[in-house]
Every structure is written in structure tokens, then in C-alpha cells.
């Protein structure tokens, strides 16, 4: 198992935060992982986006060229990436951000109504997790309640009163394929 | 206890030396080694030690200095520009004979230049970027785990040989996040009768000076530098050597850059091709004698660095005429791809050519020497 993943959107979206928790899980689930933002000139609305790589095997290098598990939580990073995406490999879209279908024939596309479920629940910000959900459901990378445990564990102390909505979008991005 | 975190390579470093007894840390804000700055800021205090973001990286250098010789441990860190300004300081630490750790995550240059990975600065770590005749140890960790071992391990070298060590990173070991083991330590402090802390029972007072203009003193110091830096070449050497036994070409790499390396030796041996792997973890001392004995073997070598070639001149010195040496580098923020390195190997494996290679319409800068 080594799984080579991609998150990307604008600033704001909780892009690193679903990236690290991927990690933070990983970790706990025993597996080796690498988490590598892009950083520096990171702002909100500008573009976001950070690699992770969860593998039961000694991650060699951190740096991922061709990603075989690709997240683009909007249109910019829709059109940005969709050529990055290692052939066979996944593609998530936020489809409540882009109504682009992937132009590719040898990537799985999968569409998420990620915005959508998080607003649903109260605030469109917590789409991040939505996504997530969708994701560990589609790709089986670690179990649900890894991710859930690793989200109660990782979650800051001045977000703690958000936690329980948070766990309720990412029930619902997994619920929701 | 032990517990696995997942940790950013800056704040690793910044853990490991609260828990090597750092007792102050100066430094001033530059990408991509903000966190280390940050997270010092936050933690010191906490802990009663000191913390000071100072005027400018050479105000930071020179408290180190003076933080060293009261019998502190002492520690400073930036990026490429804020290292240069810090040169007179080091090699002032150097002449004053006072321990300290240095930490440099490489950001991309010349000049300014920008903040995204480089190993541009293996001269001005491994050469002597001060003046006068002068080395340290220069530890180069390619993953998180070992940044925070190797930060450890720096201030003990420091204290025991009373000079300055020098951690050198790029941007991708400073930013990325990785499960990380924080070791319980204590601290291995020396006693440090040469200190500055303040006369008592009558001894004679102690000087902190790299000044001397009496005739033969300064060559004299000199000469006791030397036999201190010829024991750290003999002691402090640290080499990983992975399947060279069998190679057919041998890659060598520090840092990142040697894990990016190790990949592409998986992905080779996968396909029977057999390449090894040299990585120089102290880039000074350099394991020259591990090269040159690899070279009894391998008649290929393939220097990658993130940038135009400065780790292979002591590759060179290493093998000398016995082996062809290839290099492939990307300068100012470049990183090396898999892709690139095995297209390289490949063609010098499998299709015996030399010079530039041209694929996938993009060319690939490969020189061979």
C-alpha cells in the first residue's frame, strides 16, 4: 500500500487541515507518512495545496510528481492539476465548485457535492471534511473511524465547538457514495 | 515515554533542542524556517529560558557568541541571505573557541532569490563561508526523525570539541510533516571552566578573544584548531551506505534530495537495474574513504543536488579517475524528479550514451566528468 495524494483549492478551504489530518491518521493507524504543504505565500483565496503520502512502507521521497489520488476542492485547481493525476488514478472533484467533467479517460473521476453537504449542516468551510469523507469511503485508504479518531484527537482548542459539526460532514461525505 | 507526533521539521528541531538543554535561542524571521523561529518564541518562555527575536540575523549570531561564552548552550537559525549575514559569527565562534548550533534551512538563491528548496549553500556550510582557516561538523538529515536525532546529537558535539556545528535542511525538510519520535534526553553537558559566568574562589579570570597580535600565536591556535578538526574528521563522520555491494552505479545524495534518490534506486532495482545508493548524513566531515572504496566496484557514479554542482567536487576528490562521475542538478528552487534521475540511469546503464538527454520534449541537464 502507498498511496500518493494531492489537496487542492484556494486558501480558506481547509485544504492543509484535511492534508494533515489524512497524516495525523496515517500516523495513528501505524502506517508511514509525509505531509508537504506549499507554503510561504499561502493566503485566503489565493491557492492552496499540499501532498501526503500514506504507505505501509518507508516513505522514500516526499516529493510527489504525478499523484494517484487527486482532490480539487475548485475550478482554478480543477484546471490546474487535471494533468498531474497519475494514469489510474482517482480524481476527486468538489462538483458544488466546478461543473467541469474530467476531460481524461484513463483517471477514475469521482464528483462530490462537497460544498453543498457541508452548507447543509451550517457552513460551507467545513467542505474539507465532506470531501474527506467521500474519499476514505471510495478508496478505503484507512477506516472511518481512524479518520474520526485522529479528527478528535488533532482538533485545536479554539475550533473544539465546531468538532461535532465537523464529525457530522464528514459522516455525511461518507454517507453520500 | 516516547510518543510518535506528527511533527514539521522546523518545530522538530525547535523540540529536539528544548530537550537538549538549549538554554537560549536567537533569531530573526526568514522563509522557509519561520516555524523554528515561532515555535522557540512560544516555548522558551514557557520554560524560563531565553528567547529573543533580535534586530537582524547578525545582532542574533553575535548574542549566540556572547550566550556561549557565559557557558550557555546556544543556538541560532535562518535561510541562504540571513546564514551569509551570520559568516563573521561563526568564524568569530570558531577563533573564540565557543560551542553553538547553527541551523540553515536553504532556501533557493543567489541574492534573494526565493523560498523554495535548495542545496545551494553546501559551499558556504562545508568550505569555510567565514574567514580564516576554519571547519565544523555539518549535519545534513533527510528526514524529520533525523533532524530532531542530529539536533540532539549537535549540541553534545558542539560542547565536546568547543565549536560551532551547523544543521543544514532545505525547505522541503523544514515544511514537510512527519511522524516524529521525541526521545527523552538529558542532557550530556560538560563542565565549562573556560566560561565567562563570573569569578569565584579567587581563580584567574577567564578570556573569551580570537585576537591576538603577539608573534606565532594565532598560527599556535591554529595548530590546536587542527588537531580538533582531525579528530572530528576521525569521530564524527556519519555515512549511510544502501545496496552498494552489488551496483552497477552508485547514486550519491544528502537530504531530500537522497530521498528522492532512494526512490528511484527502488524503482531501478525493480526493473533490474542494479543501483545503489552513498548519502553523506555529516556532509563535513565527508565520507571520502567509503566513495573511494565504493569505487573499487562501481565504475558509475550519479551525483544529484539541488543545484549546479557543489557536493561533487568532494565526489570527485573521492574517486578521483576511477569511476565516471555523472551529474544531474536543479538550481534556484528546483527539485529533481524521479523521472529525470532513472531516465539518466537508464541511459548510461542500458544505453551506454553520454551528454544531454532529450525526452518527453523537455531536456534534462546531465553532464558527465
Not at chain 2, 515555535?39 to 518562555?45: E, G, T
Not at chain 2, 515544511?175 to 573556560?194: G, L, S, T
Not at chain 2, 565567562?196 to 573569551?208: F, T
Request: glycine share 10%; proline share 5%.
Amino acid at each position: 500500500m502507498n498511496h500518493r495524494c494531492m489537496f487542492a483549492g484556494f486558501g480558506g478551504q481547509g485544504i492543509l487541515s484535511m492534508g494533515s489530518l489524512l497524516a495525523s491518521s496515517g500516523m495513528m493507524a501505524g502506517l508511514h507518512t509525509t505531509f508537504y504543504p506549499a507554503y510561504g505565500i499561502a493566503m485566503r483565496g489565493g491557492n492552496a495545496n499540499c501532498t501526503v503520502i500514506v504507505s505501509d512502507d518507508e516513505v522514500a521521497s516526499p516529493v510527489v510528481s504525478h499523484p494517484d489520488l487527486m482532490v480539487v476542492m475548485n475550478e482554478t485547481s480543477f484546471d490546474f492539476f487535471q494533468s498531474w493525476t497519475a494514469p489510474g488514478g482517482w480524481m476527486f472533484v468538489n462538483s458544488s465548485m466546478t461543473e467541469k467533467p474530467v476531460e481524461r479517460n484513463d483517471v477514475r473521476p469521482v464528483y462530490v457535492q462537497a460544498t453543498r453537504i457541508a452548507t447543509e449542516v451550517g457552513d460551507s468551510r467545513m467542505a474539507n471534511m465532506a470531501m474527506l469523507g467521500a474519499v476514505i469511503k471510495v478508496t478505503g485508504i484507512l477506516p472511518f473511524d481512524t479518520v474520526l479518531t485522529a479528527m478528535v484527537k488533532t482538533c485545536p482548542a479554539k475550533i473544539l465547538h465546531l468538532l461535532e459539526k465537523n464529525k457530522q460532514v464528514f459522516a455525511n461525505g461518507y454517507a453520500a457514495l | 515515554m516516547s510518543e510518535r507526533v506528527l511533527l514539521r521539521g522546523n518545530d522538530a528541531i525547535g523540540e529536539a533542542a528544548i530537550r537538549a538543554g538549549c538554554d537560549c535561542y536567537f533569531g530573526y524571521p526568514i522563509t522557509p524556517q519561520n516555524e523554528l523561529t515561532a515555535y522557540m518564541a512560544r516555548h522558551m518562555p514557557e520554560l524560563g529560558r531565553i528567547f529573543i527575536q533580535a534586530e537582524s540575523e547578525i545582532a542574533a549570531i553575535n548574542m549566540v557568541y556572547g550566550a556561549s561564552a557565559a557557558g550557555a548552550r546556544a543556538m541560532t537559525s535562518s535561510s541562504g541571505p540571513g546564514i551569509s549575514l551570520k559568516q563573521e559569527g561563526i568564524s568569530f565562534l570558531v577563533g573564540a573557541e565557543l560551542p553553538a548550533l547553527i541551523v540553515n534551512i536553504c532556501r533557493g538563491g543567489p541574492g534573494l532569490g526565493n523560498i523554495a528548496p535548495s542545496q545551494a549553500d553546501y559551499f558556504q556550510a562545508c568550505k569555510g563561508g567565514g574567514h580564516g582557516d576554519y571547519r565544523m561538523v555539518v549535519y545534513a538529515p533527510a528526514t524529520v526523525q533525523e533532524a530532531a536525532d542530529l539536533t540532539v546529537k549537535a549540541f553534545d558535539v558542539a560542547d565536546r570539541y568547543r565549536n560551532p556545528v551547523l544543521l543544514l535542511g532545505d525547505a522541503i525538510l523544514g515544511q514537510m510533516m512527519e511522524p516524529v519520535e521525541i526521545r527523552p534526553y538529558a542532557p550530556n553537558r560538560p563542565e565549562k571552566p573556560w566560561a565567562v559566568g563570573g569569578k569565584r574562589q579567587g581563580r584567574a579570570p577567564n578570556l573569551i578573544n580570537s585576537l591576538s597580535l603577539e608573534e606565532g600565536v594565532v598560527e599556535e591556535w591554529n595548530w590546536k584548531f587542527k588537531a580538533k578538526f582531525d579528530a572530528m574528521r576521525r569521530e564524527e563522520g556519519m555515512v549511510e551506505k544502501v545496496n552498494t555491494e552489488d551496483a552497477d552505479l552508485i547514486l550519491v545524495a544528502y537530504g531530500t534530495t537522497s530521498r528522492i534518490c532512494r526512490a528511484v534506486m527502488k524503482r531501478a532495482r525493480a526493473q533490474g537495474l542494479k543501483v545503489g545508493l552513498v548519502r553523506p548524513v555529516t556532509v563535513w566531515p565527508f565520507p571520502y574513504a567509503v566513495l573511494r572504496e565504493t569505487a573499487r566496484k562501481t565504475r558509475e557514479f550519479l551525483v544529484v543536488e539541488m543545484s549546479l554542482g557543489q557536493m561533487i567536487e568532494d565526489v570527485k576528490l573521492s574517486v578521483l579517475d576511477h569511476a565516471a562521475i555523472h551529474f544531474h542538478g536543479r538550481p534556484g528552487g528546483g527539485i529533481p524528479t524521479e523521472g529525470d534521475i532513472l531516465e539518466i540511469i537508464e541511459h548510461v546503464l542500458v544505453r551506454r550514451r553520454t551528454g544531454t538527454v532529450t525526452t518527453r520534449g523537455s531536456v534534462i541537464d546531465w553532464t558527465i566528468s
